[in-house]
């Protein structure tokens, strides 16, 4: 089965038009012919719009989408599935999954991407559809500037879905939540997807990736994502490991994950320490030495300036 959605238009209704079932209460049951699940729509003042969508499938979905060149909205594909959706973005192949570099598509306008729904995987994948006047009520006139330029010399954006923004993504899909509730929560994952934009830097030259590049782009990020990989190799071997040259594979990394190598390692670091600190696993000592940091001061000194709170502050 193909298909065919606009983000500019209704995600929700599209879906169900296509799939052969019906919208009630801005929500629909998968068809039983093709598996089981559930998609639900919510809405906030016409200018935000979050889409849940928790489906098994009995039969493969192919789904093209695209968010026109004219298009006045942005979306955001986020994948809390334990499982990858391959993905094709602008012709380009990658994995989007909760644990990888990747756990964030971003669709500006002129963003196309294909993507085949495996059978017998459970899936939460969850949209969320905002205009660009939105930014104009929060944000002041330069970082708006900023976050333009980013987007515009950007060919493909990803970011990482942190354990902050999971938190509020989950808070919002509580049962319990209100309408007040649901908009703060969705806010609040906003404004920390907006802040990784406005902190990614602006490129003087926007590179051509090719799906090569691309993959092996992935490939790196995937290592550095693993924060327990103390001895991270130099920029030059990991230039080399891209068979990229240096100038362009510093480019190529900061365009698609907004940030250098050595920045995007030590962010997967400080995640997986405040992780391991909320649940109580380890100790603030027992964390630094495992992360490679060969005294727990210094460990505590890159954690508080990465989160401006002390490691032993962290709670469940």
Same mark, same amino acid.
């Given at each position: 089965?193909?298909?065919?959605?606009?983000?500019?238009?209704?995600? +929700?209704?599209?879906?169900?038009?296509?799939?052969?079932? $019906? &919208?009630?209460?801005? %929500?629909?049951? !998968?068809?039983?012919? *093709?598996?089981?699940?559930?998609?639900?729509?919510?809405?906030?003042?016409?200018?935000?719009?979050?889409?849940?969508?928790?489906?098994?499938?009995?039969?493969?979905?192919?789904?093209?989408?695209?968010?026109?060149?004219?298009s006045?909205?942005?979306?955001?594909?986020?994948?809390?599935?334990q499982?990858?959706?391959?993905?094709?973005?602008?012709?380009?192949?990658?994995?989007?999954?909760?644990?990888?570099?990747?756990?964030?598509?971003?669709?500006?306008?002129?963003?196309?991407?294909?993507?085949?729904?495996?059978?017998?995987?459970?899936?939460?994948?969850?949209?969320?559809?905002?205009p660009?006047?939105?930014?104009?009520?929060? +944000?002041?006139?330069?970082?708006?500037?900023?976050i333009? $330029? &980013?987007?515009?010399? %950007?060919?493909? !954006?990803?970011?990482? *879905?942190?354990?902050?923004?999971?938190?509020?993504?989950?808070?919002?899909?509580?049962?319990?939540?209100?309408?007040?509730?649901?908009?703060?929560?969705?806010?609040?994952?906003?404004?920390?997807?907006?802040?990784?934009?406005?902190?990614?830097?602006?490129?003087?030259?926007?590179?051509?990736?090719?799906?090569?590049?691309?993959?092996?782009?992935?490939?790196?990020?995937?290592q550095?994502?693993?924060?327990?990989?103390?001895?991270?190799?130099?920029?030059?071997?990991?230039?080399?490991?891209?068979?990229?040259?240096?100038?362009?594979?510093?480019?190529?990394?900061?365009?698609?994950?907004?940030?250098?190598?050595?920045?995007?390692? +030590?962010?997967?670091?400080?995640?997986?320490?405040?992780?391991?600190?909320?649940?109580? %696993?380890?100790?603030?000592?027992?964390?630094?030495?495992?992360?490679?940091y060969?005294?727990?001061?210094?460990?505590?000194?890159?954690?508080?300036?990465?989160?401006n709170?002390?490691?032993s502050?962290?709670?469940?």
């Amino acid at each position: 089965m193909q298909l065919n959605i606009r983000v500019d238009k209704d995600i +929700l209704q599209q879906f169900a038009n296509q799939l052969g079932t $019906k &919208v009630n209460d801005d %929500s629909f049951v !998968i068809p039983k012919k *093709l598996g089981s699940g559930l998609a639900k729509k919510t809405s906030f003042n016409g200018k935000l719009e979050f889409v849940s969508m928790q489906f098994t499938l009995n039969q493969p979905i192919q789904t093209a989408s695209e968010n026109p060149e004219n298009s006045p909205y942005f979306l955001l594909n986020i994948n809390l599935s334990q499982k990858p959706v391959d993905k094709i973005v602008n012709t380009k192949r990658v994995k989007i999954q909760r644990d990888t570099p990747s756990g964030m598509l971003f669709y500006k306008p002129g963003t196309s991407v294909s993507s085949i729904s495996p059978v017998q995987v459970p899936f939460n994948i969850f949209l969320i559809k905002f205009p660009k006047t939105l930014l104009e009520h929060y +944000l002041e006139k330069k970082e708006i500037n900023h976050i333009m $330029k &980013v987007i515009s010399t %950007s060919n493909l !954006i990803y970011e990482d *879905l942190d354990l902050n923004s999971e938190n509020y993504l989950r808070e919002t899909l509580l049962p319990s939540s209100n309408t007040f509730q649901k908009h703060s929560n969705l806010l609040n994952f906003l404004g920390l997807f907006i802040k990784k934009l406005s902190s990614r830097e602006t490129l003087d030259t926007t590179e051509n990736i090719n799906p090569t590049d691309l993959k092996n782009l992935f490939i790196i990020a995937g290592q550095l994502r693993n924060p327990l990989v103390n001895n991270t190799p130099t920029i030059e071997n990991l230039a080399e490991s891209s068979a990229m040259s240096l100038t362009k594979f510093k480019n190529v990394f900061k365009q698609v994950f907004g940030t250098s190598p050595y920045q995007y390692h +030590l962010k997967a670091k400080m995640q997986y320490a405040y992780r391991e600190l909320a649940q109580k %696993s380890y100790t603030v000592s027992e964390i630094s030495y495992k992360l490679g940091y060969s005294h727990p001061s210094k460990f505590t000194s890159a954690f508080k300036k990465h989160y401006n709170i002390l490691p032993s502050k962290i709670k469940v």
